[in-house]
């Protein structure tokens, strides 16, 4: 069983920056596709960011050039650097697990609030 626990999450003022962090326990090893998503209320839940097992990364329109996804160095921690946050960032944010192409997994979330 895998379980993953985001942080990081947290109030920032508009043009500010937060790193988001997951953190990977269990059995994760295999070929994994991490993603970053995020729930605003009332929205439905969004793709924001992906991480390839080989290490190639998308994003979604509205978060590239500002967001960045990456691994930790035992694949067992994902990240998302948040830089020119803007209020319409504020939403819950969670990550994914995608493991060998059969098995997701996802956090339990952590509260983004951007405002002045």
């Known amino acids: 069983q895998v379980q993953l626990v985001e942080s990081g999450g947290g109030l920032v003022q508009p043009g500010g920056s937060l790193r988001l962090s997951c953190a990977a326990s269990?059995?994760?090893?295999?070929?994994n596709v991490w993603s970053w998503h995020r729930q605003a209320p009332g929205k439905q839940r969004e793709w924001v960011?992906?991480?390839?097992?080989?290490?190639?990364?998308n994003y979604a329109p509205s978060t590239k050039g500002r967001f960045t996804i990456s691994r930790g160095g035992t694949e067992n921690a994902v990240y998302l650097q948040m830089n020119s946050l803007e209020p319409e960032d504020t939403a819950v944010y969670y990550c994914?697990?995608?493991?060998?192409?059969?098995?997701?997994?996802w956090g339990q979330g952590t509260q983004v609030t951007v405002s002045s």
């Open positions: 960011a992906q991480i390839s097992a080989a290490g190639n990364t």
């Open positions: 269990g059995s994760i090893s295999g070929i």
């Open positions: 994914k697990l995608l493991k060998n192409g059969i098995h997701v997994y």
